[in-house]
């Protein structure tokens, strides 16, 4: 217990210490800005979820298990999925935000 809250505290630290960062392009408003995170997330999530079917797992259970409930056809437990989509999703939108024109700029704590 105390290993956990421990923990806690060290991970909130952390997170507090990390720089914080937007989308920036001269001569684009707020909501121009949002808008085209919205069109970005929403292509990086499409070319995600499609380049996730296009390859499988190489290792066991060779295949992806990302929409296979517990037990699943093969009567095992839950497995754990070997997906990278959340992490190329993310490669995908940075990318598309980029080829827009913007760039990550640090926000200045309050």
Known sequence: MRLAGYATIIATCLVACAPTTEWSRPDTSAAQRQADEK???AIAAYQAFDESFASGAKY???RDTQFIEDGGPDGGGRNVSY???GAR???LAEYCMQQRGYVLVPVAKP
């Open 83 to 85: 997906s990278r989509r």
């Open 60 to 62: 066991p259970p060779y």
């Open 89 to 91: 999703q993310y490669e």
């Open 39 to 41: 069109d970005c997330e």
